[in-house]
């Protein structure tokens, strides 16, 4: 385990705990995390997650500025459902996108678990631009991939991003309970308005 990992690790708790309190501030932390997760992970030959981090870091800037524009008159993210149909959309999106991508990795690199590595990758993918899009649904997804990539960093050898995961796990179930907490409540005062 290097530095650079425990580095990212921490900055990863701080970025996820912002999400959950709904903070702009969480962005920052998560760019500084992706930066240095990309060569934790290519050293540990998960070329998936390794590129996962340079698609992190765009859908940061978008999310920073999508959060900017989402925000209610008194400053409060507005956070927003989904629907079923979206996300059995977004299920079938993810299981043929990792399913390519798996075999790719699988065929074109000496990638380490390819598979399962590739499924970490495409639905944190989902996750994350649900999340910027400021979708509650975004948490059960990040609560799968938390679980996921838990067993994966562990086999690799990355005991601070298996630990950080761990902690991923917990907070993304507090996350979702937090956001369906808060949606309830934003869509009680809309109601209240009308």
């Not at 500084?32 to 540990?44: K, P, T």
């Not at 999310?63 to 989402?70: E, N, P, T």
């Not at 798996?102 to 499924?119: E, S, V, Y």
């Not at 562990?154 to 991923?168: E, N, P, S």
């Amino acid at each position: 385990m290097s530095n650079l990992e425990y580095l990212a690790a921490a900055l990863g708790i701080v970025n996820i705990v912002l999400i959950v309190l709904r903070s702009l501030w969480n962005y920052p932390f998560g760019i500084a995390m992706v930066a240095l997760s990309f060569f934790v992970f290519f050293e540990a030959r998960l070329y998936s997650d390794a590129l996962l981090q340079i698609f992190f870091l765009v859908v940061q800037i978008y999310g920073w500025w999508s959060w900017l524009r989402g925000r209610d008159t008194q400053g409060a993210l507005i956070v927003e459902r989904a629907g079923m149909r979206t996300v059995a959309g977004w299920s079938v999106g993810i299981a043929i996108a990792t399913g390519l991508w798996g075999w790719l990795m699988h065929r074109l690199t000496n990638a380490a678990f390819p598979w399962w590595d590739a499924a970490v990758a495409m639905i944190s993918i989902a996750a994350q631009i649900m999340m910027s899009r400021r979708w509650i649904e975004n948490w059960m997804l990040w609560v799968l991939v938390d679980g996921l990539a838990v067993g994966l960093y562990a086999t690799r050898g990355l005991w601070a991003f298996a630990g950080l995961y761990v902690v991923f796990f917990v907070v993304a179930a507090w996350g979702w309970w937090e956001w369906i907490r808060v949606g309830r409540s934003q869509e009680g005062k809309a109601v209240s308005a009308a």
